[in-house]
């Protein structure tokens, strides 16, 4: 099972400062039914939805995931593991649009080490981390206040020498329909328009972004079989790509990005349009591209809430409480070693692309969880003992 994690949950406003509202769901596990895919029913299945509440829009992610209990262990992906279920459950598909490739091998059969959410600031982060036999992987979406779209950043810790580094991204624009139901598919670049069977690899020099819509199930368009939700859109950066290929389908269409396997940090932006219009949603992904693309390529992933943490300052308030329970022995043990693990930990964080700062960081994370659950308990006893 995935370890969850929910820190500092904001509400609307704190102190003045716009929050990100950050909500965990809960897991629901339960049998994998006949509608699952074949090779998943009848197994215990597992998804667990956290949210990110930007006040402009809740995007949902999921985690899903089944498993034997001959090889508990072992993860198995029914249609896919990384989900989005709000807004729209069809755009980025709910039941999995994410899949990371390492050497032709999907991490999906990995279970998921960690699955975090979480709220700092101005930012909701949402966390997968993956401890895969080729790498340690890990997968953060972070939402900002007010803002419409989700930030994300591949982070990978090569354990064997990556050659193939893909990622399979799965939509249903604006819906679950299909050609007999009247959709018609198509996928907007900054200059094609492709439509159901064509394929497009990307000229990168001119093309960085896409919006997969449904031409006759725009947002509002109520027909017999469903009403338009409205389309979904990707932004990549041109350097970090190899070559991609977009396939419109009927139903679903299809996105493969190749990443240049040397490196180690890829970023996107996601967008789910629901309730705006085809051509609103397409004019202003035309118009805010460029500024998207500068700001995706300087974007600042890392939580300085984790990396920036002033243990010198919360480790002396500690000890000068402890000074007053010289007879909890066991207390200033347990902080001694939280802060000598956190030195450790959070002397990972201050290097880009440090091998091992992706655990660090969630064990970082934890420590720092337990430490300021327990330090209002301390300042208690320490009060009481000065009496």
Not at 204 to 229: K, L, S
Not at 297 to 324: C, M, N, Y
Request: net charge negative; charged share 20%; aromatic share 8%.
């Amino acid at each position: 099972m995935a370890a969850v994690v929910l820190m500092g949950s904001s509400l609307w406003a704190q102190s003045g400062r716009v929050a990100v509202q950050v909500r965990d769901h809960g897991a629901n596990t339960a049998i994998a039914g006949p509608t699952a895919p074949k090779h998943v029913i009848g197994l215990p299945r597992m998804m667990h939805d956290i949210s990110l509440n930007t006040g402009k829009i809740t995007y949902a992610l999921r985690y899903t995931i089944c498993h034997d209990p001959k090889a508990p262990t072992v993860g198995i992906p029914g249609e896919g593991y990384i989900g989005m279920p709000q807004p729209n459950d069809a755009n980025w598909y709910s039941g999995g649009f994410f899949d990371l490739k390492l050497n032709g091998q999907s991490i999906g059969s990995t279970m998921a080490q960690t699955f975090v959410g979480r709220s700092t600031g101005d930012r909701g982060y949402v966390d997968y981390v993956f401890d895969d036999p080729q790498a340690v992987v890990r997968l953060r979406f972070v939402a900002l206040a007010g803002d419409d779209c989700l930030h994300a950043q591949l982070l990978i810790e090569p354990k064997v020498e990556p050659t193939q580094v893909s990622v399979n991204l799965r939509c249903y624009p604006s819906g679950f329909v299909n050609r007999s139901a009247g959709a018609e598919r198509h996928a907007l670049t900054a200059t094609k328009d492709l439509k159901v069977g064509e394929r497009l690899t990307p000229d990168p020099a001119a093309e960085y972004w896409v919006n997969f819509y449904d031409a006759v199930y725009d947002a509002g368009v109520v027909m017999p079989t469903a009403t338009g939700r409205g389309s979904c859109s990707l932004l990549w950066i041109p350097a970090q790509l190899k070559e991609a290929s977009f396939n419109v389908g009927d139903y679903g269409s299809e996105s493969v990005l190749e990443l240049d396997p040397s490196l180690r940090d890829f970023r996107f932006v996601f967008f789910d349009h629901t309730g705006v219009s085809n051509a609103d949603a397409q004019a202003a992904l035309r118009s805010r591209a460029p500024e998207l693309l500068e700001q995706l390529a300087g974007f600042a992933f890392a939580d300085s809430s984790v990396a920036d943490w002033p243990l010198a300052k919360k480790l002396a308030e500690a000890r000068t409480l402890l000074a007053d329970l010289p007879e909890d022995k066991a207390a200033a043990e347990r902080y001694d070693q939280w802060s000598r693990e956190l030195e450790e930990h959070l002397a990972l964080l201050k290097t880009t692309g440090q091998s091992g700062a992706i655990v660090a960081e969630g064990k970082a994370l934890g420590i720092i969880a337990e430490w300021d659950k327990s330090l209002p308990d301390l300042r208690l006893q320490a009060l009481l003992n000065s009496f």
